[in-house]
Protein backbone atom coordinates (compact mmCIF):
# COMPACT_ATOMS: atom_id res chain seq x y z
CA UNK A 1 0.00 0.00 0.00
CA UNK A 2 1.65 3.33 -1.18
CA UNK A 3 2.43 5.02 2.02
CA UNK A 4 2.92 2.24 4.08
CA UNK A 5 5.30 0.00 5.22
CA UNK A 6 5.37 -3.37 6.89
CA UNK A 7 6.70 -3.59 10.41
CA UNK A 8 7.38 -7.15 12.17
CA UNK A 9 4.25 -8.63 14.02
CA UNK A 10 3.48 -11.60 16.36
CA UNK A 11 -0.35 -11.95 14.43
CA UNK A 12 -1.08 -13.17 11.44
CA UNK A 13 -2.11 -10.16 9.77
CA UNK A 14 0.09 -7.56 8.17
CA UNK A 15 0.64 -5.01 10.19
CA UNK A 16 1.66 -1.57 8.47
CA UNK A 17 3.20 1.64 9.71
CA UNK A 18 1.86 5.19 8.46
CA UNK A 19 4.83 7.62 8.71
CA UNK A 20 4.30 11.30 10.81
CA UNK A 21 2.46 13.47 9.06
CA UNK A 22 1.24 10.98 6.05
CA UNK A 23 -1.26 8.80 4.73
CA UNK A 24 -2.96 5.75 3.33
CA UNK A 25 -5.95 4.55 1.61
CA UNK A 26 -6.96 0.77 0.99
CA UNK A 27 -9.97 -1.39 0.85
CA UNK A 28 -11.69 -4.15 3.42
CA UNK A 29 -14.25 -6.43 2.94
CA UNK A 30 -17.56 -6.72 5.53
CA UNK A 31 -16.42 -8.81 8.34
CA UNK A 32 -13.18 -7.27 8.32
CA UNK A 33 -11.85 -5.44 11.02
CA UNK A 34 -9.57 -2.54 11.11
CA UNK A 35 -6.90 -2.38 14.13
CA UNK A 36 -5.30 1.09 14.99
CA UNK A 37 -2.68 1.21 17.14
CA UNK A 38 -0.63 3.81 18.68
CA UNK A 39 3.24 2.51 19.10
CA UNK A 40 4.45 5.34 20.87
CA UNK A 41 1.43 7.51 22.76
CA UNK A 42 -0.02 10.55 21.91
CA UNK A 43 -0.17 9.65 18.60
CA UNK A 44 -3.86 11.03 16.47
CA UNK A 45 -4.98 8.55 13.57
CA UNK A 46 -8.03 10.78 11.19
CA UNK A 47 -9.80 7.77 9.95
CA UNK A 48 -12.65 7.81 6.73
CA UNK A 49 -14.73 5.43 5.55
CA UNK A 50 -16.56 5.30 1.67
CA UNK A 51 -19.16 2.38 0.94
CA UNK A 52 -17.03 0.30 -2.13
CA UNK A 53 -20.34 0.40 -3.57
CA UNK A 54 -21.14 4.29 -3.85
CA UNK A 55 -18.77 6.53 -2.67
CA UNK A 56 -20.84 8.96 -2.05
CA UNK A 57 -21.88 7.20 0.68
CA UNK A 58 -19.45 7.97 3.70
CA UNK A 59 -19.11 8.13 7.65
CA UNK A 60 -21.15 11.01 9.14
CA UNK A 61 -19.95 12.85 12.26
CA UNK A 62 -23.99 14.61 12.43
CA UNK A 63 -25.84 11.55 12.15
CA UNK A 64 -23.46 9.27 14.41
CA UNK A 65 -23.48 11.62 16.89
CA UNK A 66 -27.47 12.57 16.58
CA UNK A 67 -28.28 8.67 17.16
CA UNK A 68 -26.26 7.89 19.37
CA UNK A 69 -26.76 11.30 22.04
CA UNK A 70 -23.06 11.63 23.09
CA UNK A 71 -19.65 12.98 21.40
CA UNK A 72 -17.67 10.70 22.89
CA UNK A 73 -17.76 7.21 20.76
CA UNK A 74 -16.73 3.54 22.23
CA UNK A 75 -17.17 -0.11 22.60
CA UNK A 76 -20.05 -1.09 20.81
CA UNK A 77 -21.04 2.22 18.59
CA UNK A 78 -21.53 2.18 14.97
CA UNK A 79 -20.30 4.86 12.53
CA UNK A 80 -23.62 5.92 10.74
CA UNK A 81 -22.98 6.96 7.30
CA UNK A 82 -24.74 10.56 5.04
CA UNK A 83 -27.59 7.77 4.06
CA UNK A 84 -28.16 6.56 7.90
CA UNK A 85 -26.47 3.45 7.15
CA UNK A 86 -24.18 1.46 9.79
CA UNK A 87 -20.84 1.29 7.97
CA UNK A 88 -18.26 0.13 10.90
CA UNK A 89 -18.34 -0.91 14.38
CA UNK A 90 -16.11 -0.12 17.38
CA UNK A 91 -15.78 -3.56 19.05
CA UNK A 92 -12.68 -3.13 21.11
CA UNK A 93 -11.21 0.14 22.24
CA UNK A 94 -8.45 0.32 25.09
CA UNK A 95 -8.30 4.42 25.11
CA UNK A 96 -12.24 5.41 25.07
CA UNK A 97 -11.75 8.83 24.19
CA UNK A 98 -12.01 9.68 20.60
CA UNK A 99 -13.31 12.93 18.19
CA UNK A 100 -15.55 13.26 15.87
CA UNK A 101 -16.38 16.68 15.82
CA UNK A 102 -13.12 18.65 14.31
CA UNK A 103 -12.35 18.44 10.25
CA UNK A 104 -9.08 17.08 9.26
CA UNK A 105 -5.81 19.36 9.84
CA UNK A 106 -4.93 20.88 6.37
CA UNK A 107 -2.85 23.73 4.59
CA UNK A 108 -5.75 26.16 5.50
CA UNK A 109 -5.87 24.70 9.87
CA UNK A 110 -2.41 25.31 9.76
CA UNK A 111 -2.67 29.30 7.74
CA UNK A 112 -5.38 29.95 9.69
CA UNK A 113 -4.46 28.63 13.47
CA UNK A 114 -0.86 28.75 13.22
CA UNK A 115 -0.30 31.35 10.99
CA UNK A 116 2.41 29.13 8.79
CA UNK A 117 2.93 31.16 5.99
CA UNK A 118 4.20 27.62 4.17
CA UNK A 119 1.79 25.05 5.58
CA UNK A 120 1.82 21.69 5.49
CA UNK A 121 -1.02 19.73 3.54
CA UNK A 122 -2.08 18.15 6.52
CA UNK A 123 -4.24 15.08 6.95
CA UNK A 124 -6.64 16.77 4.71
CA UNK A 125 -4.07 17.37 1.73
CA UNK A 126 -2.87 13.22 2.81
CA UNK A 127 -6.30 11.95 2.76
CA UNK A 128 -7.32 13.20 -0.40
CA UNK A 129 -3.86 12.03 -2.01
CA UNK A 130 -4.44 8.24 -1.22
CA UNK A 131 -8.01 8.44 -1.60
CA UNK A 132 -7.37 10.36 -5.23
CA UNK A 133 -6.97 6.25 -6.98
CA UNK A 134 -10.49 5.31 -5.57
CA UNK A 135 -12.16 8.60 -7.59
CA UNK A 136 -12.71 10.38 -4.39
CA UNK A 137 -12.23 14.32 -4.87
CA UNK A 138 -10.94 16.37 -1.97
CA UNK A 139 -14.60 18.52 -1.63
CA UNK A 140 -16.32 15.21 -0.54
CA UNK A 141 -13.94 14.60 2.17
CA UNK A 142 -15.94 14.84 5.25
CA UNK A 143 -15.10 15.55 9.30
CA UNK A 144 -13.22 11.93 10.08
CA UNK A 145 -13.37 10.41 13.05
CA UNK A 146 -10.21 11.20 14.80
CA UNK A 147 -9.26 8.05 16.33
CA UNK A 148 -7.07 8.73 19.74
CA UNK A 149 -7.42 12.82 19.72
CA UNK A 150 -8.70 14.43 23.41
CA UNK A 151 -11.16 17.10 22.44
CA UNK A 152 -13.03 17.71 26.09
CA UNK A 153 -16.02 20.56 25.49
CA UNK A 154 -17.00 23.12 27.99
CA UNK A 155 -21.05 21.87 28.88
CA UNK A 156 -21.36 25.67 29.75
CA UNK A 157 -19.61 27.51 27.15
CA UNK A 158 -19.45 25.41 24.41
CA UNK A 159 -15.56 25.88 24.29
CA UNK A 160 -13.23 23.28 22.46
CA UNK A 161 -9.80 22.38 23.51
CA UNK A 162 -7.27 20.32 22.18
CA UNK A 163 -5.65 18.39 24.80
CA UNK A 164 -2.92 15.70 24.95
CA UNK A 165 -4.43 12.33 23.40
CA UNK A 166 -4.79 10.01 26.21
CA UNK A 167 -3.22 7.36 24.21
CA UNK A 168 -0.36 5.07 25.64
CA UNK A 169 2.14 3.03 23.70
CA UNK A 170 0.19 0.11 22.24
CA UNK A 171 -3.30 1.43 22.67
CA UNK A 172 -5.56 0.34 20.39
CA UNK A 173 -8.95 0.90 18.16
CA UNK A 174 -10.74 -1.89 16.59
CA UNK A 175 -13.54 -1.43 14.31
CA UNK A 176 -15.70 -3.76 12.11
CA UNK A 177 -16.47 -3.23 8.96
CA UNK A 178 -20.46 -3.56 8.08
CA UNK A 179 -20.19 -3.16 4.10
CA UNK A 180 -17.27 -3.14 1.79
CA UNK A 181 -15.28 -0.16 2.36
CA UNK A 182 -12.77 2.54 1.00
CA UNK A 183 -10.97 3.08 4.13
CA UNK A 184 -8.48 6.46 4.31
CA UNK A 185 -6.21 7.03 7.25
CA UNK A 186 -3.58 9.12 8.66
CA UNK A 187 -1.00 9.89 11.09
CA UNK A 188 -2.28 13.29 11.64
CA UNK A 189 -0.25 16.22 11.17
CA UNK A 190 -1.47 18.77 13.84
CA UNK A 191 1.03 19.53 16.54
CA UNK A 192 -1.47 20.33 18.69
CA UNK A 193 -3.37 17.10 18.54
CA UNK A 194 -0.34 15.36 19.29
CA UNK A 195 0.85 16.97 22.35
CA UNK A 196 3.74 19.04 20.36
CA UNK A 197 5.24 16.25 17.87
CA UNK A 198 4.61 13.59 15.27
CA UNK A 199 4.86 9.79 15.20
CA UNK A 200 3.61 6.75 13.26
CA UNK A 201 0.43 4.74 13.66
CA UNK A 202 0.33 1.36 12.72
CA UNK A 203 -2.60 -0.41 11.13
CA UNK A 204 -3.42 -4.18 10.23
CA UNK A 205 -7.08 -5.60 8.39
CA UNK A 206 -7.88 -9.26 9.61
Known amino acids: MPGAVRVPS ?22 QRLTVIDPMGEQVADLLAFSRADTR ?11 LSRI ?29 LLTPCSADT ?6 DETPHRGCFGNLAAALEPYGIEPDR ?12 VDGTTGELKVLP ?14 TDLIIGLTAC ?16 VD
Open 189 to 204: SALQSNNGSFKPIHYR
Open 165 to 178: PLSKAGDRIVLEAE
Open 10 to 31: AGSAMLHEIAPRSGVAFTMEKG
Open 57 to 67: EVISSGRSLDY
Open 72 to 100: FLTVPDPLYSNRSNVLMRIVEDTVGRHDF
Open 110 to 115: FRIIYG
Open 141 to 152: IPVAFNVFMNVP
